[in-house]
T-cell receptor, first 115, second 113 residues
Framework: GALVYQYPRRTICKSGTSMRMECQAV??????VAWYRQSPQKTFELIAL?????????EQNFTQEKFPISHPNLSFSSMTVLNAYLEDRGLYLC???????????FGSGTRLLVI | QQKVQQSPESLIVPEGGMASLNCTFS?????YFWWYRQHSGEGPKALM?????GDKKEGRFTAHLNKASLHVSLHIKDSQPSDSALYFC?????????????FGIGTRVLVRP
């Protein structure tokens, strides 16, 4: 079956430092990878959508300068939270899918705590 | 900009009862609809999808879609304690790779034994 692994599961970083999180797709080819943030009291905010052979599309309020994303092949993606502050706390979810006809498979997320 | 709203915010259902979750969306071009379920400490998992108007049944779960009314619902029959989770409605305008999935804020379901 299709699985997505995210690591680390949780991490703590000091305010102003950066933190990289990774996403591995197993059992399918991740042609599209979507990075979301789930904050307390909020639903999933889409940060950016990366599709093979297309530029990475960032949503309003999220920038490449703050959340650089790499999607180098069909099984892996990473995202860095640069210069993290309290408002960046939350559960970062990676969702991946193969082609246009399947649903997104999500990982268990990386929970970021900023102190 | 697509807006997806869910109701109720939370729901308590007795074991064996029926849970009904509602979702409305704003973009009339929306074509594909998903229900995701998230248990505590995990990522969301796709429960079922629906693309055509009417009902779609998968086991104890039935989704209903009415595009004209901008409404999709999920009904859980014979609810079990393991159904206790956060349920999210997600909508996309089409299934092409570049289209994003917009989520509602979720309905928290608690099934009481």
């Amino acid at each position: 079956g299709a699985l997505v692994y995210q690591y680390p599961r949780r991490t703590i970083c000091k305010s102003g430092t950066s933190m990289r999180m990774e996403c591995q797709a197993v059992g399918f080819q991740a042609t599209s990878v979507a990075w979301y943030r789930q904050s307390p009291q909020k639903t999933f905010e889409l940060i950016a959508l990366s599709t093979v052979n297309s530029a990475i599309k960032y949503e309003q309020n999220f920038t490449q300068e703050k959340f650089p994303i790499s999607h180098p092949n069909l099984s892996f993606s990473s995202m860095t939270v640069l210069n993290a502050y309290l408002e960046d706390r939350g559960l970062y979810l990676c969702g991946a899918r193969e082609g246009a006809s399947s649903d997104y498979t999500f990982g268990s997320g990386t929970r970021l705590l900023v102190i | 900009q697509q807006k997806v709203q869910q109701s109720p915010e939370s729901l308590i259902v007795p074991e064996g009862g029926m849970a009904s979750l509602n979702c409305t969306f704003s973009d009339r071009n929306s074509q594909y609809f998903w229900w995701y379920r998230q248990h505590s400490g995990e990522g969301p998992k796709a429960l079922m999808s629906i693309f055509s108007n009417g009902d779609k049944k998968e086991g104890r779960f039935t989704a209903h879609l009415n595009k004209a009314s901008l409404h999709v619902s999920l009904h859980i029959k014979d609810s079990q304690p393991s159904d206790s989770a956060l349920y999210f409605c997600a909508v996309t305008p089409s299934n092409s790779a570049g289209n994003k999935l917009t989520f509602g804020i979720g309905t928290r379901v608690l099934v009481r034994p």
